[in-house]
């Protein structure tokens, strides 16, 4: 299973103890995947769809808790490509669907008693805090995803109505997070890739196992990253330790093949003397076996002595 259906399941599994709430969550998921058939005298009905079981029963749990009213489930097995189950969710009685409408602010009537849905979320649905949070959680359910965590940090609201998608966005954001939007051919998206933004998103909307889970990979991701940036700090290092020991042995080898390593001051004799012995190792490690031990820096400036005498004797026939 999927991250993102992972977390949608944990999320449907949270109790329903404000109906103010629930309403709020039910308004986002009627914008974000319902569906609304107005038939003669002005009748209207409600269905929402998905492919997700957990969702179905969370919809279905939401109208019986707020309006007490039928609800009919219908499976449909969609053989194209051999996809999951479809859950259709139906309210029969179409005077419930109205009141439905008319109590997330989706349906408006103007001048001459025509009936238009209305995608700007109303205030008084999200005054409360934990009705944004519910909101955002509706809406993440409806329409919502969040890409595998090992792979890249992403999380979007697929919505489409640029109104709500703004609205969406503003509720969001909100909460100090920092949700854009972009249109993606007829849709629009809202979207969060910072992952420590998603944590805290998962957090605000109840997500809390989804939430540890993407904070473990976090840890790890951040614990692989620094073992490879430190891997290629060493292994840039030791390149410039070998490239430098080679450059130093080739200065010794023209020194003693030109007059011999016995005629160099005893400073440059012995640490000559050293590389040869070690040429693997570093500056440090050469200026602690000197004797008296010495830095990295007068380890180099007697390097450049005998680099000065090899370049002066290079050119010697």
């Not at 979320?121 to 409806?142: A, H, M, N, Q, T």
């Not at 890249?152 to 854009?180: G, P, R």
């Amino acid at each position: 299973m999927s991250f993102s259906a992972t977390t949608k399941n944990e999320l449907s599994r949270i109790e329903l103890d404000e109906k103010d709430c629930a309403l709020a969550e039910l308004a986002a998921l009627v914008r974000m995947n319902g569906t609304i058939q107005i038939a003669g005298n002005r009748k209207i009905n409600l269905k929402f769809t998905t492919e997700n079981a957990a969702i179905a029963r969370r919809i279905f749990s939401i109208l019986k808790m707020i309006y007490n009213t039928e609800v009919e489930v219908m499976v449909r097995k969609n053989r194209q490509l051999k996809k999951n189950n479809n859950y259709l969710i139906v309210v029969n009685d179409k005077d419930i669907s109205k009141y439905i409408l008319n109590d997330v602010g989706f349906i408006k009537e103007d001048s001459s008693n025509l009936l238009f849905p209305s995608y700007n979320v109303p205030e008084d649905l999200i005054f409360k805090r934990d009705c944004r949070r519910s909101y955002i959680r509706g809406s993440f359910l409806g329409g919502g995803s969040i890409s595998n965590p090992e792979k890249t940090y992403h999380m979007e609201f697929v919505t489409n109505n640029e109104d709500h998608a703004q609205n969406l966005s503003d509720i969001i954001n909100s909460f100090d997070l920092n949700s854009k939007i972009v249109a993606r051919k007829e849709n629009y998206v809202v979207y969060i890739k910072e992952g420590e933004q998603i944590v805290d998103i998962l957090n605000i909307i109840g997500a809390h196992q989804a939430l540890l889970k993407l904070e473990d990979i976090r840890v790890l991701k951040d614990v692989r990253n620094n073992i490879n940036r430190l891997v290629n700090c060493e292994t840039a290092n030791l390149s410039k330790t070998i490239d430098a020991s080679i450059r130093q042995l080739d200065h010794i080898q023209i020194i003693s093949d030109h007059i011999g390593l016995n005629k160099l001051p005893d400073n440059l004799r012995e640490i000559a003397e050293i590389r040869i012995d070690n040429p693997d190792a570093s500056l440090k490690e050469i200026g602690e076996m000197l004797n008296p031990p010495i830095g990295k820096s007068g380890v180099n400036h007697r390097f450049k002595k005998i680099e000065e005498i090899a370049e002066e004797l290079r050119g010697v026939n």
